[in-house]
């Protein structure tokens, strides 16, 4: 409750709050809220020369371009990129969160192989590896998903590593030591609950970095594969129209924009109420 009284005492982070909130009643409600089904074909879709409707009393937010309508896709189309989101995020975090504390606390051989592999896997471009990846692997919900969880730990196992390596210097780790608890008690009842806020923070922050990781896969062709609705592959399939029907480009772009500021505003306000020491910092 103190965490979400301060959170609505910042305009910026209300807002996103509500724009998060939003988009989840919608894609869970989707089913019921949307007009058509994501995938059905009208007959009356399309124009007579077999160009999509614009916005209209039918169909509010237009067609693409095999006659669907756009609105219901949207809808749908959210619960793919928030499952991926919530998923990929998920296990990027539980990850990096293994590597970041085992390397932090053994160190020794073990503990700067983890973070030499860390350092490996940063130097390669985030959006090339995934790219690879998904290349190799055949594209569907769940596997883009992995793909996206194995290019996004590494940022996670960093600030777990430098956390950890200054928890266990701390006098209360020493004296637990002292008295002979073993290193399961000192990591999951002693160094663990101190990093539960950073993974609460980066697993908020990484939900907007996942969305749009998952939106240039499938924009790229190489994400979630139709007829199974994203965001990211309903500007795909319409990018040729850019200019005829702009309105099948511009509202996706502006809905996936709009998701991940909202989960980058909450993330933030959640980092400046959690770690203290970051209050008052631009």
């Known amino acids: 409750m103190r965490v979400l009284t301060s959170m609505v005492r910042q305009p910026a982070a209300l807002f996103g709050l509500v724009v998060v909130a939003l988009v989840v009643i919608l894609a869970l409600a989707a089913p019921l809220i949307a007009p058509y089904s994501p995938d059905e074909q009208m007959f009356d879709g399309l124009t007579l020369e077999g160009a999509p409707l614009p916005p209209s009393a039918q169909f509010l937010l237009g067609t693409d371009t095999l006659g669907r309508d756009l609105l219901s896709r949207l809808l749908y189309g959210a619960r793919t990129s928030l499952v991926i989101g919530l998923v990929a995020n998920g296990v990027a975090v539980s990850i990096g969160l293994m590597i970041g504390i085992l390397s932090g606390y053994m160190r020794g051989l073990v503990g700067n192989a983890l973070m030499r592999f860390t350092d490996l896997m940063m130097a390669f471009p985030a959006l090339l590896l995934a790219i690879v990846l998904a290349a190799l692997l055949r594209p569907s919900l769940w596997i883009v998903a992995m793909v996206i969880a194995l290019v996004n730990w590494v940022q996670v196992a960093r600030i777990v590593y430098t956390e950890t390596r200054g928890l266990v ?44 990781l998952e939106a240039t896969l499938s924009f790229l062709g190489i994400g979630v594969q139709p007829p199974t609705p994203s965001w990211g592959n309903i500007i795909f399939e319409s990018q040729s129209y850019f200019q005829a029907a702009p309105w099948l480009v511009f509202i996706p772009g502006a809905v996936i924009l709009l998701t991940a500021l909202s989960f980058n505003l909450v993330g933030d306000a959640l980092r400046d109420i959690l770690d203290p020491t970051q209050r008052g910092r631009g």
């Open 169 to 212: 210097e701390r006098d209360f780790i020493l004296a637990e030591r002292s008295l002979g608890a073993g290193h399961g008690r000192i990591l999951f009842h002693h160094i663990l609950p101190h990093l539960i806020p950073t993974a609460i923070v980066w697993g908020t922050l990484g939900i907007a970095t996942t969305v749009l």
